[in-house]
């Protein structure tokens, strides 16, 4: 009863069997991990990055489920572990592991001056596609990646259109007074 | 006894030393990287060229040419586009091109509110458009950390079977008018109006039903929806039992799709396939079973498996998982309780209708939603459900305001597609059209 006690009071959150580490300065893989909503996630930094993702798969998350990234030039708060400097883009990789049923994740900070990643291909192929997917919406480039690019988009298209500096399109509205309208 | 076909699969199998795997087999990542196929440069499965250099791209050999298969091909499912190397009538290389329905709806999603979201999302996936409300749903509850009521949860479970049934059948339509076989298309599609009908009456809409909301369902089930439920559960068996009669033992059928587009399961793995790709290879993994959600873990049902990974398999898979839904689809009749079928937090949901003629609050709870939006406390969460093609996840960052700051949907198409290439190297080009058809993709959630 006691220890469970105490395993509540440090915000201990389980999702699985992981056990997610409480406080900031917890590391697993040697990386910083936080809790968002009981979910596990890693912030590794960029260095870091593919050395982390090796030792994941090496650990039984066979598959690479989701990559995507997120432009946090308007919102620049965010809840990250204090010794992560925050920048404008965030790759995030979401794996999962059939034996332990389990899911991880990765944030990685990408600063808007060097948008730069080493692809995960040679760890898990599947990562082709997404990682193409953000580098046309988002421009981050996937260094090594085997066929960087636009996959949605058009070849020839100027700009990346999830980046919040791009403006939405908007068609307007003609009302009754427009011009030529009865 | 077995077609020839169906032994040069497992003997390819063999060959290659990756039999079928049983469900307690783990991968590790060195298994991954032995059956891996996945090389770069001339010999890879994909034609790793940019839509230019294919202009330009003059291929090596006498009898190889470059080939363009779609957008408007009627095998491809929408606007799926390939690029195909060939040698005389076999597959060398090839390249899925994608994009031509992408209408940018991720990013649309940042400027509609959660309550307006619904109506993106369920664009994505039109053949089952409830697993992407669902999924959108789930996290915005996450987020939000509120508890729908145990009535909605269990109508979501209801609706989400009933739209896997309709896919499937959609399914079982589009891949037998592929192959050839028209029956099929009429068969399928006269089972899917069936169930688009009952849809219709629930939810308002025969496809995009925006139904599933943050905060438990639009409606609560109109009167008579059990005895609809039930005659369509009484009438389908027989008319299943007809794809059966007239595909599962039939000849030209195994001809066509038996040891076509074979894969094995760590190439799915490696690829991040899901659904029925990954269940043809024998490895059982639902997310309902092994991570579930709602309700799951009350309801008795089987994940199904193939053995050989083939064309047949994905074939088979999808038309017993209509039984198998069907199964889950009985019990949830049965344990349907009584309650209500959305959250009665006013922040929420809005009020009832004939509750704003009376109260002051109830009107100005429902003009704040319906203009503002509710606000979501600031986080990232990532959901995922299995849709009749696979894991279908949606990752949403909230920055507190009453839109998402960034909604993103991982469609199991979109990662299901990067397994074509491999499935139809060395393949004729007829059988392209029966791998596409069983990958059975929906464009619409590969562009979003």
Known sequence: MEEEKTSEDTSTATEGNIKIPSGEESLLYEVLTSSSRGQLVLHPTRDQYLDTIYQISKDGFAVCIDLTAVDYLENPERDIPSAISPERFEVVVNFLSHTKKERIRLRVQIPESDPVLPTVFDIYPGSEALEREVYDLFGIEFEGHPDLTRILMPETWDGHPLRKDYAVGEIPVQFKDAPGAG | ????????????????????????????????????????????????????????????????????????????????????????????????????????????????????????????????????????????????????????????????????????????????????????????????????????????????????????????????????????????????????????????????????????????????????????????????????????????????????????????????????????????????????????????????????????EALIHHFKIFTEGFKVPAGEVYVAVESPRGELGCYIVSDGGPKPYRMHIRGPSFTNLQVLPHMLKNGLVADAVAVISTVDPIMGEVDR
């Open chain 2, 1 to 360: 006894m077995p077609s020839e076909r169906y032994l040069f699969s497992s003997k390819m199998h063999q060959e290659r030393g990756d039999g079928p795997m049983s469900t307690d087999d783990t991968i590790t990542a060195d298994q991954a990287d032995a059956a891996r196929v996945f090389q770069r440069g001339d010999d890879s499965a994909i034609l790793r060229l940019s839509e230019s250099e294919i202009q330009a791209y003059k291929p090596s050999g006498k009898r190889r040419m470059v080939v363009n298969m779609g957008p408007q091909h009627p095998s491809t499912h929408g606007v799926l586009r390939l690029t195909l190397e060939m040698e005389g009538e076999t597959v060398l290389r090839s390249k899925p091109i994608i994009g031509y329905l992408h209408t940018g709806m991720e990013k649309t999603g940042e400027q509609l509110t959660y309550l307006q979201g619904t109506t993106n999302v369920t664009r994505m996936d039109y053949s089952s458009p409830l697993f992407t409300e669902l999924a959108f749903s789930l996290a915005t509850e996450k987020l939000l950390d509120i508890e729908v009521p145990e009535r909605a949860t269990w109508i979501r479970m209801l609706m989400c079977e009933l739209n896997r049934m309709s896919s499937h059948l959609l399914f079982q339509a589009t891949n037998g008018m592929d192959i050839g076989a028209v029956g099929a298309m009429i068969y399928g599609w006269r089972e899917r109006e069936e169930l688009l009908r009952l849809l219709e009456k629930i939810t308002g809409l025969r496809m995009n039903h925006n139904y599933i909301r943050p905060g438990g369902v639009a409606a609560d089930l109109p009167d008579g929806w059990r005895d609809d439920t039930l005659r369509i559960l009484d009438d389908l068996p027989d008319r299943l039992d007809d794809f059966d009669g007239l595909f599962t033992g039939q000849p030209i059928w195994h001809e066509r799709l038996q040891g076509v587009g074979v894969i094995n399961s760590a190439e799915c793995l490696a690829l991040g396939v899901t659904g029925p790709l990954l269940r043809s290879t024998g490895y059982a993994w639902d997310l309902r079973k092994d991570m579930p959600y709602l309700r799951y873990d009350q309801i008795d049902f089987d994940v199904l498996v193939g053995t050989y990974g083939d064309c047949f398999d994905r074939f088979a898979i999808r038309l017993n998982e209509i039984r198998e839904s069907m199964r889950i689809v009985r019990q949830i009749l049965e344990k349907m309780p009584n309650g209500d079928y959305r959250i009665q937090d006013k922040k929420v949901t809005p009020p009832p209708r004939a509750r704003i003629d009376e109260s002051m």
